[in-house]
């Protein structure tokens, strides 16, 4: 049992029942919180001075695809439905190896942990077995606490993406689960369904019950383009034969293109919502589902995405998908003849989506989200004594609007100090980081996008 006591930090731990402390300190032992007061007496084994320090818990990424990030940088031109289907899925993520796999989730975790998201949903793409296993590897050596969502092999987008009738590779899903996550506790599964966007209804429905039957997380893409909008005719119609099949263990990435109505049935049936804005912006997904999801009484939670396109932060989703969504109910409002106001979202709202609404998507609310004792200690300290988040008046608003990842000094995940004075300590970072980068050259080398 080893304890680790940060000191003298301006505590926000997101938790009604804690508060905020404008200096405070935290014990962990064994990885778990379990004392925040003002002083906490007695030693430690480590101790942390915070002081100047914003102490917080780690944001939550609920969606994104971190394989991709040795390609990244090619994306930031590119449309869903042209270059994304025929570079990305029908050409790029046929050509990764298993070693592919490894380096981009490694990297893609190391990214996170750099920029205080200690938890990430990693919807992947393995197009063997082995590919699974590797990008299972990448999250157990980097240290990462996440979801690994098995998803369809990425070698044969005709097969998988257009009205596929083939279901999830069980086998193989059971095989890397029994093998490599039923026992980690950092490392826990998701299904990665296609939904009847992409799928026939006897697939879509065979995928859930998989998922339901191992017990995991489904998530799914579903309502991100137009042609989703006019598939069904019923109620409900962005779930499709989904809609009667709805329940908390189910995730929806973006959802643009839903109805209230759809939103609404689903919010009420438990549903989370995924809504990564920047990418949604840029691809032409439409308008984020987050007003639809605060509408209908519920909260959504934000994601990267393609990291091919866009930075890893979720600093800046928490940032993007607020300011984004206060336009859009500022809008109408000056359309009445109106002026604005008020905002109609807080930075404490976007930063509490940005971890604990996240950490509920993926079911782990009990663990992690907020600093609580009894949670995991996944924290984050940022700088609010630098030139350029200084004096610190309120260290929310520092953190969503003007800290960047630059700020982000110290970062535990289960109470490991994985970096430290603004330096990630896994040797890997640098040992693989050459491979890394030759693994990206390949890649887009032999894809033949820049040909
Ligand atoms: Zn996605």
């Known amino acids: 049992m080893s304890q680790t006591k940060i000191e003298n930090g301006t505590i926000v731990s997101l938790d009604p029942d804690v508060g905020q402390l404008e200096t405070g300190d935290v014990l962990i032992d064994d990885g ?82 750099h920029t205080g998201t200690t938890t990430a949903l990693d919807w992947s793409y393995p197009n063997t077995l082995e590919h699974g296993e590797r990008a299972v590897d990448a999250l157990q050596d980097a240290g990462l606490r996440a979801v690994y969502t ?9 097969t998988w993406w257009y009205e596929s009738d083939v279901g999830l590779p069980e086998e193989n899903v059971r095989e890397l689960y029994d093998e490599q996550i039923r026992d980690d506790d950092l490392v826990s599964l998701a299904l990665g369904l296609r939904g009847p966007d992409f799928c026939v209804d006897e697939t879509a429905i065979d995928d859930l019950e998989l998922a339901r039957d191992l017990g995991v997380l489904s998530t799914i893409h579903m309502g991100a383009a137009q042609w989703t909008s006019s598939m069904y005719n019923d109620a409900y119609q962005g779930f499709g034969c989904l809609a009667d099949r709805l329940g908390p263990d189910v995730n929806v990435a973006h959802g643009n293109h839903f109805t209230q109505d759809d939103v609404q049935h689903a919010v009420d049936a438990g549903v989370s919502f995924s809504s990564t804005p920047e990418v949604e912006m840029q691809m032409g997904h439409g308008i984020p589902v987050a007003g639809k999801v605060l509408a209908a009484g519920g909260r959504p939670t934000w994601g990267v995405d393609v990291c091919s396109n866009i930075s890893g932060d979720m600093g800046s989703q928490m940032r993007i998908g607020m300011q984004v969504q206060r336009m859009l109910d500022n809008q109408p409002i000056l359309e009445g003849g109106e002026e604005v106001t008020g905002v109609s979202l807080t930075c404490r709202d976007t930063l509490e989506m940005a971890t604990i609404e996240g950490a509920k998507a993926l079911g782990l609310a009990d663990e992690i989200g907020t600093l609580t004792p009894g949670k995991r200690a996944d ?29 982000i000094d110290t970062v535990l995940v289960d109470g490991e100090v994985v970096k430290r004075d603004g330096e990630l300590l896994n040797p ?8 890394f980068v030759a693994s990206g050259r390949r890649l887009v080398e032999e894809s033949g996008i820049y040909a």
Do not use: C
Request: proline share 5%; no cysteine; hydrophobic share 40%.
């Open 379 to 407: 924290v984050v300290l940022f700088d609010g004594d630098d030139f350029l988040t200084a004096p610190n008046h309120d260290p929310i608003e520092t953190v969503v609007f003007q800290a960047d990842p630059s700020h």
């Open 32 to 113: 778990e919180i379990v004392e925040i007061d003002e002083r906490v007496e007695g030693s430690a084994d480590t101790v942390i001075d915070a002081t100047g320090k914003i102490v917080l818990p780690g944001f939550v990424d609920s969606h994104i695809h971190m394989a991709q990030t040795q390609v990244r940088g090619i994306a930031g031109d590119w449309s869903l439905m042209n270059e994304y289907f025929d570079h990305m899925l029908g050409n790029i993520t046929g050509l990764y190896q298993p070693e592919d796999h490894y380096l981009g989730g490694l990297f893609g975790a190391f990214e996170k942990l």
């Open 150 to 158: 098995y998803g369809p092999p990425g070698d044969d987008a005709a």
């Open 428 to 435: 890997l970072v640098a040992d693989e980081f050459d491979r």
